[in-house]
């Protein structure tokens, strides 16, 4: 979480509940994903936490998730990318033609489909970056040429089954050496220490701050939502090793989550992207490349959604003409929920994982209650704005 | 563009503007005005008084409380908002909003000013206030009238110009003509003239002179008090949100240190700091400089310029806006302005290449600009994140940024240059202008520069701050860097630099070292090249 928490006045370690008060966007954000979850758990009568719900409830957001920590970025730096649904939709398709029609590995078939986004992702950040077209039209483009071209692919019918190997990505869990009957004992370790190795980072981190005088969070603050932090993983792993275990899109996803989180707030190039979305002009006359680092966010975005439509047709098992449909509004939902500004230089990786998942929940939770299609998008779009209106009225305050 | 322009306006200026006149009911008063925000006084106690048809000048440090006050007066903080009353044209007025103090004649130019860049002259003066019949736009009237008040203020644009197409100065004054057009009684122009050169300013300094001897009253709020005394009848001296001192300029002559002092609340025995200067041997040079405009290719900005700066040596540039200070500066900062530049940059006699700003620093330059928002600073973030951004390498090791160091480099230079927040971690668009200013500084002179290039670096920066900028600047001068200085503040060249070089329309005109240069002198030497 925030590591250098913008504040005037040094804060006495005893003014928990003030500091909690000035920085109630930090915590808000968590806090509402909680008061959801909990509401939701009442509301499906604890359909909702049961170990089954609670793992399909990872692997159908995780694609969202994973592209999200792409759109991120292409947020930060001032742009937006519409094109992401239509791109994923389009690898998958492109993975089921190479594997279901042409045999070729998964393995090879993973790679040519990642450098395929890659290729896409630069087709499109060159016109933005190199000749300032506005992302939104470039990517509206793209949009519509890559659902165009998934269509073409296919030739307009659905193909799978993958090979059950390439399955797994989406459908495998992590092999449990023990055998545990009822609890998946690796899967449950392999939290647990997740947990543990979060928590001394944190602590480590904590202690290098103070040291430097550079703290400003109370310390009962910290404690308090770092031990809820932890408790939360903890209790996630036990719920899930007590179904089938820690699924591999799982650790595919924390994997990138603690790298992207990593790479935006300690890295020189995360810093530069947040200048570049800050104050372009000041970003270019502080010697930052600003047109290249806008090129490689699009070809990084690229990837990524490659690499969710690789989940998603997994998933699915088939590669279908429809797959990828409206993702990008559930992707960009997510950043503006968790807090990225629009103007840019403004969002945390942390923040849109979790906004991802408020909008999961949701989903699933007003699935299990039996609320209609309908109403259910109304209900999210209200959310969305509502999000983006407390940021704003914060803001102003 | 020509020379000191002599503005004919219709109703053209004579000396006497001190003849005036019935001062029995002064136009507007402000009593006890206090205005705090969540508990931070703004405001304690401000009294302002503004008689009827005279130029009321009001000057304060940044913070003391201008802005706020105007706030109070044009109705963005409505009645109820602040304690005091405001009496205009004899009336106890409770504004509740903009509207309503514009209703009744009281009108405010805003420092940014407020006009659509892609809408005509004609369209932009009538906003708001559209001559229509039925929501059906009269153009002829419109056109017509707004000649009329293009004539009143001195300009002899087409009213379907567009805005983006004209230079700052003539914005200002269409901001005037567009006051105009509303009945304005009594006219706030919040710094007119801080982004207009010497010529503009003149012009709309004598514009409000003008509309002066027209009834109309006018606030003028200003850093400049070269120019206060050239217009103002009173000054009112704000110190800390209250009332210092006011001024009459008519009674007897006002001595600039006077109001300075008023401002300050202490004697300000130098406006610059005492250097000794230690000139060394020739560290940086520019030779045959040559760039075409960015936009308009075929037009050239820089028309071959040499320039060399010794070491331990502060190298003014003056000369007009437009001249091509700014464009100078930044086509050899990494080529940042304009096209097909050709020339060369020598450092210690060797070539190097400056052609992109990564370069650019690396070979020891650093150039600080004049818009320290718009180029200067990334305003969200805090000011330990600005000072590294310019030399992130130097605070991280395989790209991992260490915030202990970054920490304690931003710390060191917020002691050394005396920045005002109680830690580091402040946004900096929390800070005053010359807080930001010494962050923008802090910024460069942690990318370890040799030569320096300030742009404007006291622009929009109260006396004060300006005197620690001074400080900082002498003494990276007697470190022996190089520093070359560009601005539109002749005194502040005067009194800062060892040689000073005028440039004018893309070429330096002239060269004067630090004994012989004077205000007309360099003045003289503009107007000279400008006319052949």
Not at chain 1, 156 to 172: A, H, I, N, R, W
Not at chain 2, 14 to 35: C, F, T, V, W, Y
Not at chain 2, 220 to 243: C, P
Not at chain 2, 473 to 494: H, R, Y
């Amino acid at each position: 979480m925030a590591t250098q928490t913008p504040e005037l006045q040094p804060v006495q370690p005893k003014l928990g509940v003030g500091f909690l008060k000035n920085n109630l966007r930090e915590y808000g954000l968590l806090l509402s994903l909680v008061v959801i979850m909990v509401f939701f758990q009442v509301e499906t009568n604890g359909t909702l936490f049961q170990p089954l719900n609670l793992t399909n409830l990872i692997l159908q957001n995780s694609y969202i998730i994973v592209m999200a920590l792409g759109m991120l970025l292409v947020i930060v730096c001032g742009h937006i990318d519409l094109s992401v649904g239509s791109v994923s939709g389009f690898v998958g398709a492109c993975a089921a033609v190479l594997m279901v029609n042409h045999g070729v590995h998964f393995v090879v078939a993973t790679l040519i489909c990642l450098a395929l986004g890659a290729v896409i992702g630069a087709a499109q950040g060159y016109w933005v970056a190199f000749y300032k077209i506005p992302s939104f039209i470039v990517t509206l483009a793209g949009m519509l040429v890559f659902k165009g071209l998934a269509l073409a692919v296919l030739e307009g019918s659905s193909v799978g089954p993958f090979p059950e190997d390439f399955q797994l990505l989406s459908t495998g869990f992590i092999p449990d050496p023990f055998h545990g009957e009822n609890l998946r004992i690796a899967s449950l370790v392999a939290g647990l220490l997740m947990a543990l190795v979060l928590l001394v980072g944190k602590v480590r981190g904590r202690a290098e701050r103070v040291k430097h005088g550079m703290e400003s969070e109370p310390a009962i603050v910290f404690m308090v939502k770092n031990l809820i932090f932890a408790g939360m993983i903890g209790a996630l792993s036990y719920l899930l090793a007590s179904y089938k275990g820690l699924p591999n899109v799982l650790i595919v996803m924390l994997l990138l989550m603690l790298v992207y989180d990593f790479v935006t707030s300690r890295t020189t190039v995360g810093r530069r992207i947040y200048a570049l979305g800050g104050n372009e002009k000041a970003a270019r006359l502080s010697g930052i490349k600003t047109e290249r680092l806008t090129f490689y966010t699009f070809v990084n975005m690229g990837v990524l959604s490659a690499l969710a439509g690789l989940i998603f047709a997994a998933r699915l098992n088939t590669a279908t003409p429809k797959a990828g449909l409206g993702f990008e509004l559930d992707v960009i939902a997510a950043c503006f929920i968790g807090g990225a500004s629009a103007s840019g230089g403004v969002g945390k990786v942390l923040g849109a994982v979790i906004g991802a998942f408020i909008m999961g929940v949701m989903n699933n939770g007003m699935s299990i209650m039996g609320i209609g299609i309908d109403y259910q998008q109304v209900i999210k779009g209200l959310v969305l704005l509502a999000a983006v209106c407390v940021d704003v009225y914060n803001k102003k305050k | 563009m020509g020379p000191v322009q002599q503005r004919t306006g219709p109703f053209s200026c004579n000396k006497n503007r001190h003849r005036h006149s019935d001062m029995a009911e002064p136009i507007l008063q402000m009593r006890g005005i206090r205005k705090s925000f969540h508990g931070v006084k703004a405001l304690s106690n401000v009294n302002l008084t503004v008689q009827a048809g005279e130029i009321h000048a009001i000057v304060g440090e940044n913070g003391a409380g201008k802005s706020t006050l105007m706030k109070v007066l044009s109705g963005v903080y409505a009645h109820g908002d602040f304690e005091g009353e405001i009496q205009f044209l004899g009336q106890d007025c409770r504004f509740t909003g903009i509207a309503d103090s514009e209703h009744k004649g009281i009108i405010i130019i805003h420092q940014e000013l407020a006009l659509v860049p892609l809408l005509s002259i004609a369209e932009n003066i009538f906003l708001g206030n559209e001559q229509a019949h039925l929501g059906v736009i009269d153009w002829a009237k419109s056109f017509v009238k707004t000649q009329e008040l293009l004539k009143k203020v001195g300009l002899k644009e087409s009213p379907s110009a567009l805005i983006t197409n004209l230079g700052v100065g003539k914005q200002q004054l269409i901001e005037i003509a567009k006051a105009l057009s509303k009945d304005v009684k009594l006219l706030i122009l919040d710094e007119p003239t801080a982004s207009l050169n010497e010529t503009d300013s003149d012009a709309l300094l004598e514009l409000l002179l003008d509309l002066k001897r027209h009834g109309i009253t006018c606030i003028l709020i200003s850093h400049k008090l070269n120019e206060i005394a050239k217009v103002a009848d009173n000054i009112t001296v704000l110190r800390d949100g209250a009332t210092a001192a006011t001024l009459d300029c008519r009674a007897d002559k006002i001595s600039e240190d006077t109001v300075i002092r008023h401002m300050v609340g202490r004697e300000m025995a130098d406006r610059y700091p005492r250097r000794t200067p230690c000139i060394g041997d020739k560290v940086f040079e520019v030779k045959n400089w040559k760039v075409q405009h960015e936009v308009h290719r075929e037009r050239p900005v820089i028309k071959g310029v040499d320039l060399h700066v010794n070491r331990g040596e502060i190298v003014g540039i003056a000369g007009l806006m437009g001249a091509g200070r700014t464009e100078l500066a930044m086509s050899i900062f990494g080529r940042t302005y304009g096209r097909d530049i050709s020339g060369q940059v020598f450092l210690h006699g060797k070539p190097i290449d400056t052609s992109t700003v990564q370069k650019a620093i690396d070979n020891r330059i650093a150039y600080v600009t004049e818009d320290r928002k718009g180029y200067g600073l990334v305003l969200e973030e805090t000011i330990a994140w600005n000072t590294t951004l310019a030399n992130l390498e130097a605070v991280s090791r395989n790209t991992i940024i260490d915030e202990g160091r970054e920490f304690k480099v931003a710390e060191d230079y917020r002691r050394k240059l005396n920045i005002r927040s109680p830690d580091v971690f402040a946004r900096t668009v929390n800070l005053s202008g010359g807080n930001q200013q010494k962050v923008v500084l802090s910024k460069w002179l942690f990318s370890d520069p040799e030569v320096l290039i300030l742009d404007e670096p006291t622009r929009g920066i109260d006396v004060g701050a300006k005197y620690e900028i001074y400080t900082i600047i002498a003494q990276l001068a007697a470190e022996g860097k190089c520093v070359l200085m560009i601005s539109s503040e002749m005194p502040e060249l005067l009194g800062m630099c060892d040689r000073i070089c005028v440039l004018n329309e893309g070429r330096f005109v002239a060269e004067f070292s630090a004994a012989e240069a004077t205000q007309e002198k360099i003045m003289r030497s503009i107007v000279a090249s400008g006319v052949n």
